[in-house]
Nanobody
């Protein structure tokens, strides 16, 4: 069983920055791909970024060049550094974990990010 707890959300002005964190329980973090998703009001949940077991990173086109995903296996934590935030980045951001060889996805409870002046 894995528990994911996100933090770091809040209200920020356009052009500002936030760093989200997702702390994972259990012993499988280093063997898990970690992802960030987001869901805006009235829209479907969408993928934002991935960091693989080997540390490779990938991003949705909408955030490429502005967001950076990273992981600290010693702390069982994945981060999402968000810069140059836009109002359209407003959403609930969710952390996702999937262990190598497993089909099961774990989700956190989400953290709200609001970009508004």
């Amino acid at each position: 069983q894995v528990q994911l707890v996100e933090s770091g959300g809040g209200l920020v002005q356009p052009g500002g920055s936030l760093r989200l964190s997702c702390a994972a329980s259990g012993r499988t973090f280093s063997r898990s791909a970690m992802k960030w998703f987001r869901q805006a009001p009235g829209k479907e949940r969408e993928w934002v970024a991935t960091t693989t077991i080997g540390g490779s990173r990938s991003y949705a086109d909408s955030v490429k060049g502005r967001f950076t995903i990273s992981r600290d296996n010693a702390k069982n934590t994945v981060y999402l550094q968000m810069n140059s935030l836009k109002p359209e980045d407003t959403a609930v951001y969710y952390c996702n974990s999937k262990e190598l060889g497993s089909d099961y996805n774990y989700w956190g409870q989400g953290t709200q990010v609001t970009v508004s002046s």
